[in-house]
């Protein structure tokens, strides 16, 4: 009987933990995989865009293709570990030529990157920050906030439910 409990705790145990990807243990510039992936990208229930992201470089940048589906819109983005800084950084650019440039790290179970008001995206000195969680089911909900007020308010620019197409 004691066998048969040990067996069932080893099996949960290693299915709980093939179930969350992120870890402790993994490497920094592995830390937004979980965002690989071709989606359908929803907010409520309304389909507005498709988004494909993938490795390059070996492994050390995500490439991004942003394509609205409810407008002529489109950008890309370049995500790569920094370990000189030791952040995450990412420069996004679209079709209108505005971009974003943001830094960040992976905490508290969420990417979380923010801009200086360096960027060219909407109001001057604005400052933009965005959040990538992985949720349970496998799907990533992505969080879009600007403040022109250097941070005291955060106004939502975006909120997103990446869902991998099947």
Same mark, same amino acid.
């Given at each position: 009987m004691k066998r048969f409990l040990l067996l069932i705790f080893i099996l949960f145990s290693t299915v709980s933990f093939s179930q969350n990807p992120i870890t402790n243990?993994? !490497?920094? $510039?592995? *830390?937004?995989?979980?965002? *690989?992936?071709? +989606?359908?990208?929803?907010? $409520?229930?309304?389909?507005?865009?498709?988004?494909?992201?993938?490795? *390059?470089?070996?492994? $050390?940048? *995500?490439?991004?293709? +942003?394509? !609205? #589906?409810?407008?002529?819109?489109?950008?890309t983005s370049y995500s790569f570990y920094n370990s000189k800084i030791d952040k995450w950084q990412q420069i996004w650019v679209d079709k209108n030529g505005n971009n974003l440039l943001l830094k960040g790290n992976f905490e508290n179970g969420k990417m979380l990157l923010s801009s200086s008001s360096d960027s060219n995206m909407g #109001?001057?000195? !604005? /400052?933009?920050? =965005?959040?990538?969680? /992985?949720?349970?089911? &496998?799907?990533?909900?992505?969080?879009? #906030?600007? !403040? =022109?007020? #250097? &941070?005291? =308010?955060?106004? =939502?620019?975006?909120? &997103?439910i990446y869902k991998k197409k099947e």
């Open positions: 243990t993994t !490497s920094p $510039n592995r *830390l937004f995989d979980f965002w *690989l992936g071709d +989606w359908d990208v929803f907010t $409520n229930d309304d389909l507005v865009a498709h988004n494909t992201v993938i490795l *390059l470089q070996n492994g $050390n940048l *995500l490439q991004e293709n +942003w394509v !609205s #589906e409810k407008e002529n819109f489109t950008g #109001e001057d000195q !604005s /400052l933009h920050r =965005i959040s990538w969680v /992985l949720m349970p089911n &496998g799907n990533v909900k992505q969080v879009w #906030e600007s !403040s =022109i007020d #250097e &941070g005291k =308010i955060w106004n =939502i620019q975006f909120e &997103g």
